[in-house]
């Protein structure tokens, strides 16, 4: 599976952005798929997680109540919708693929995106 991230910007605070990962390959719907973000010098962090058909999904305490992580396996693509975005949300965001569903660890996560930057201004 082959990841390609897109949607990133620079926001002010509180403003919206929405993410999105296509995917390339068959297999897409086999995979539950998650965001990760790396902020400098911080460690890659889980963000959010939607299970193989979407029906279920998990998100980090500090963004729960604010993002939105859905998919559409016939276009094999992943969104996140960001909302209320504060400037500690600054960070490249990735998305990835794997195995374990609704996995937290990066290393749950077999595929990888190239990563997408979000600035949010104060």
């Known amino acids: 599976v082959q990841l390609q991230a897109s949607g990133g910007g620079l926001v002010q605070a509180g403003g919206s952005l929405r993410l999105s990962c296509a995917a390339s390959?068959?297999?897409?719907?086999?995979?539950?798929m998650g965001w990760f973000r790396q902020a400098p010098g911080k460690e890659r962090e889980f963000v959010s997680a939607i299970s193989r058909s979407g029906g279920s999904t998990y998100y980090a305490d500090s963004v729960r109540g604010r993002f939105t992580v859905s998919r559409d396996n016939a276009q094999k693509t992943v969104y996140m919708q960001m909302e209320s975005l504060k400037p500690e949300d600054t960070a490249v965001y990735y998305c990835?693929?794997?195995?374990?569903?609704?996995?937290?660890?990066?290393?749950?996560?077999?595929?990888w995106g190239q990563g997408t930057q979000v600035t949010v201004s104060s």
């Open positions: 990835a693929a794997g195995t374990r569903t609704l996995g937290v660890g990066t290393n749950d996560y077999n595929y």
């Open positions: 390959g068959r297999t897409f719907s086999s995979y539950t």
